[in-house]
């Protein structure tokens, strides 16, 4: 499937990748809209960043994906969905489960449904390597077990299994792109790489950090954003699941010494407790085979590490940016 000339819904297109996911599509030639998390402050989230000419581009509709009317409405006359609207923050969950089981599983039903309903010809799921919980085996293909470690990853599965059946029951064109630890520039603050960008950016010399022997295999944005429209334009990619990942793992703790030596080498790691999982929800290690993605797509991550976190710093660095940002307290 050629995505140029198509009308592509993207949900979650105010987020992190999602805005990042809607730049790529306008540049392939798709008519998108996108759908943003309606509020009272009429706020597009990320999409309020981009420049005038990419905004003009975009079909904004605001809704929330737990309002299955709302996403009915949203989907109409349109050709593709990538849907990426979730909550993804693990210690939310925590403190919220209830919250993620609405969005990320009745969230996903409502956009199943609605495409079902619609004749919609292609709807990529977007799952989180979360799901298989700490590796059994490396690397990780899509045949590993999942382990729903966290309330989190636990909603993430279910939708996942949820747009399975759906393929399988309704013959729905589906399929579930599982990206593992993307990072980048306009990321939440809850995760690793702007939690310790921003306290290095402010002046902290002591990094507060949680745990430090995880590892995660980290992709940059520009490079998960081209595997997910890749998968949605891929035929032999229906009915299937999907790594996307670098094929490379670093440990937390060293994660956060690179970024230390890039910008402030007096600066050090310091414990905070608070920031540790609960020992049996923590994710011990993942590392990605995207050897499917490559076959099926030829997509492979370019940017290596260094230069992605090099690309993130320098995003950072603008004060317009880091002032979004509060490196003073803990984001759950």
Same mark, same amino acid.
């Given at each position: 499937? *050629?995505?140029?000339?198509?009308?592509?819904?993207?949900?979650?297109?105010?987020?992190?990748?999602?805005?990042?996911?809607?730049?790529?599509?306008?540049?392939?030639?798709?008519?998108?809209?996108?759908?943003?998390?309606?509020?009272?402050?009429?706020?597009?989230?990320?999409?309020?960043?981009?420049?005038?000419?990419?905004?003009?581009?975009?079909?904004?509709?605001?809704?929330?994906?737990?309002?299955?009317?709302?996403?009915?409405?949203?989907?109409? *006359?349109?050709?593709?969905?990538?849907?990426?609207?979730?909550?993804?923050?693990?210690?939310?969950?925590?403190?919220?489960?209830?919250?993620?089981?609405?969005?990320?599983?009745?969230?996903?039903?409502?956009?199943?449904?609605?495409?079902?309903?619609?004749?919609?010809?292609?709807?990529?799921?977007?799952?989180?390597?979360?799901?298989?919980?700490?590796?059994?085996?490396?690397?990780?293909?899509?045949?590993?077990?999942?382990?729903? !470690?966290?309330?989190?990853?636990?909603?993430?599965?279910?939708?996942?299994? &949820?747009?399975?059946?759906?393929?399988?029951?309704?013959?729905?064109?589906?399929?579930?792109?599982?990206?593992?630890?993307?990072?980048?520039?306009?990321?939440?603050?809850?995760?690793? &790489?702007?939690?310790?960008?921003?306290?290095?950016?402010?002046?902290?010399?002591?990094?507060?950090?949680?745990?430090?022997?995880?590892?995660?295999?980290?992709?940059?944005?520009?490079?998960?954003?081209?595997?997910?429209?890749?998968?949605?334009?891929?035929?032999?990619?229906?009915?299937?699941?999907?790594?996307?990942?670098?094929?490379?793992?670093?440990?937390?703790?060293?994660?956060?010494?690179?970024?230390?030596?890039?910008?402030?080498?007096?600066?050090?790691?310091?414990?905070?407790? !608070?920031?540790?999982?609960?020992?049996?929800?923590?994710?011990?290690?993942?590392?990605?085979?995207?050897?499917?993605?490559?076959?099926?797509?030829?997509?492979?991550?370019?940017?290596?590490?260094?230069?992605?976190?090099?690309?993130?710093?320098?995003?950072?660095?603008?004060?317009?940016?880091?002032?979004?940002?509060?490196?003073? &307290?803990?984001? &759950?």
């Amino acid at each position: 499937m *050629d995505l140029s000339g198509k009308r592509v819904l993207v949900t979650g297109a105010d987020g992190f990748i999602g805005s990042h996911l809607t730049e790529v599509l306008v540049a392939q030639g798709c008519a998108v809209r996108a759908f943003v998390y309606y509020n009272s402050f009429n706020s597009w989230g990320w999409l309020d960043t981009l420049p005038d000419e990419q905004r003009r581009e975009l079909d904004v509709f605001a809704g929330d994906i737990r309002d299955g009317n709302g996403v009915r409405k949203a989907m109409e *006359d349109i050709d593709v969905v990538l849907h990426l609207a979730a909550l993804i923050g693990i210690p939310f969950s925590y403190h919220s489960p209830d919250a993620y089981v609405d969005t990320n599983v009745k969230g996903t039903l409502n956009v199943l449904m609605a495409a079902r309903d619609r004749d919609i010809e292609r709807v990529l799921v977007t799952s989180t390597s979360e799901v298989y919980g700490t590796a059994r085996y490396v690397p990780i293909d899509e045949s590993h077990p999942m382990q729903g !470690q966290s309330p989190y990853s636990a909603t993430k599965i279910g939708a996942d299994r &949820i747009a399975e059946s759906f393929y399988r029951a309704f013959d729905l064109p589906v399929v579930i792109a599982r990206p593992f630890n993307t990072y980048g520039p306009r990321q939440s603050a809850r995760a690793i &790489i702007p939690t310790v960008i921003t306290q290095l950016l402010s002046g902290s010399e002591e990094i507060r950090i949680g745990a430090l022997t995880p590892t995660r295999d980290f992709t940059f944005v520009g490079d998960t954003a081209r595997g997910l429209a890749a998968l949605a334009a891929c035929p032999a990619a229906v009915g299937r699941e999907v790594n996307l990942g670098s094929g490379a793992e670093i440990a937390v703790g060293r994660l956060a010494e690179l970024l230390i030596e890039l910008v402030n080498p007096a600066a050090r790691l310091v414990g905070d407790e !608070q920031r540790l999982r609960p020992e049996k929800s923590e994710v011990d290690r993942l590392l990605c085979d995207p050897g499917l993605a490559r076959e099926l797509t030829g997509w492979h991550a370019e940017v290596p590490l260094r230069e992605g976190l090099r690309r993130t710093l320098e995003w950072f660095r603008d004060e317009a940016n880091l002032g979004r940002y509060k490196a003073d &307290i803990y984001n &759950i």
